[in-house]
């Protein structure tokens, strides 16, 4: 039982490219969400999916795209890169919403952007 | 709009007891959750309050005043690996976290 797994670890990237972050989940988890992290703050919810084939924007979602074909994975994409999107990215699952939704969370992606 | 306050930064020594505050302002809420981060690492849940009042979990326990808009998390019996930074977050269709507290226990 691997929890929540996130391909890759580091990346490093040249301003207007594209990449494209997997998080995978083996816990049966029906939610998704993907969060970023500055150095010395807190995580800032990007975009978030209910369910298989669904997505909702969080707090941040500007330049930045998801998708949720399987239940099991759920993909982050960036389509040109910019240095104000460099920071750690967090993928987290969890059985539902609403009144309890513990989180559990991927060891993280440190993207750079030069 | 949703905002959760923390401290930025709490010090103590081993064997102490900390307290660490969390005041919210949301739209929609169903709960107060905490998390534990170190270093380098991913945030872990540590605890959930639903409900008023006090839950215990070993060392830890947290609390909940709907009415007043305000939580905390209390750690107990300190230990040096639990230096660490911990969030608070609400409970809607999804979690909004709160600036994180960075807590630091010395020998």
């Known amino acids: 039982n691997a929890g929540v797994t996130q391909t890759p670890k580091f990346r490093v990237l040249k301003t207007g490219q594209s990449m494209t972050l997997l998080c995978a989940q083996d816990?049966?988890?029906?939610?998704m969400y993907w969060y970023r992290q500055d150095p010395g703050m807190g995580l800032r919810l990007i975009h978030y999916?209910?369910?298989?084939?669904?997505?909702a924007k969080g707090e941040v979602p500007d330049g930045y795209n998801v998708s949720r074909l399987k239940k099991q994975n759920f993909l982050l994409g960036l389509e040109s890169a910019a240095p104000s999107q460099t920071s750690v990215y967090f993928c987290?699952?969890?059985?539902?919403?609403?009144?309890?939704?513990?989180?559990?969370f991927g060891p993280g992606t440190r993207l750079t952007v030069l | 709009g949703q905002s959760l306050e923390q401290p930025s930064e709490v010090t103590a020594v081993e064997g102490a007891i900390v307290q660490i505050n969390c005041t919210y302002q949301t739209s929609g809420f169903y709960g107060l959750s905490w998390y534990q981060q170190h270093d380098g690492g991913a945030p872990t849940f540590l605890s959930y309050?639903?409900?008023?009042g006090l839950e215990e979990t070993g060392r830890f326990s947290s609390f909940l005043s709907r009415s007043d808009s305000y939580g905390y998390l209390l750690l107990q019996e300190l230990q040096m690996k639990d230096s660490a930074s911990y969030f608070c977050a609400n409970n809607t269709d999804k979690l909004i976290f709160g600036t994180g507290t960075r807590l630091q226990v010395f020998p």
């Open positions: 816990m049966n988890h029906e939610y």
């Open positions: 987290a699952s969890s059985w539902g919403g609403s009144s309890y939704n513990e989180q559990f």
């Open positions: 309050n639903a409900l008023d």
């Open positions: 999916s209910v369910g298989e084939g669904t997505t």
